[in-house]
């Protein structure tokens, strides 16, 4: 079955990086687009950045710049790097994979930046 672990997240001071990865099974993981999201207390889950299998990209307003998504299809991992974090960026960070009209999550990471 379709499996989706991420890691790398932590406690860091505003200015720092951290860098997420999930760890996919259970698909052909290169032909499929996946995901990074976050949700933070008492908000919704929002898009941070996508990937196509192609390695096409696209990000939301307030972390262009600043993060950066990859993927290595040889070790089905999916990358999340992400430099200047800014308090608001604390949250917890999925993966996500949508196959067919089906979406598969991970667990989540959390992320903290203090000020």
């Known amino acids: 079955q379709v499996q989706l672990v991420e890691s790398g997240g932590g406690l860091v001071r505003a200015g720092g990086s951290l860098r997420l990865s999930c760890a996919a099974s259970?698909?052909?993981?290169?032909?499929?687009?996946m995901g990074w999201y976050r949700q933070a207390p008492g908000k919704q889950r929002e898009l941070v950045a996508a990937?196509?299998?192609?390695?096409?990209?696209n990000y939301a307003d307030s972390v262009k710049g600043r993060f950066t998504i990859s993927r290595d299809n040889a070790k089905n991992t999916l990358i999340l790097q992400m430099n200047s974090l800014k308090p608001e960026d604390t949250a917890v960070y999925y993966c996500?994979?949508?196959?067919?009209?089906?979406?598969?999550w991970g667990q989540g990471t959390q992320v903290t930046v203090s000020s």
């Open positions: 996500k994979v949508q196959i067919d009209l089906v979406q598969f």
């Open positions: 259970g698909i052909i993981f290169s032909i499929y687009p």
């Open positions: 990937i196509t299998g192609a390695g096409s990209t």
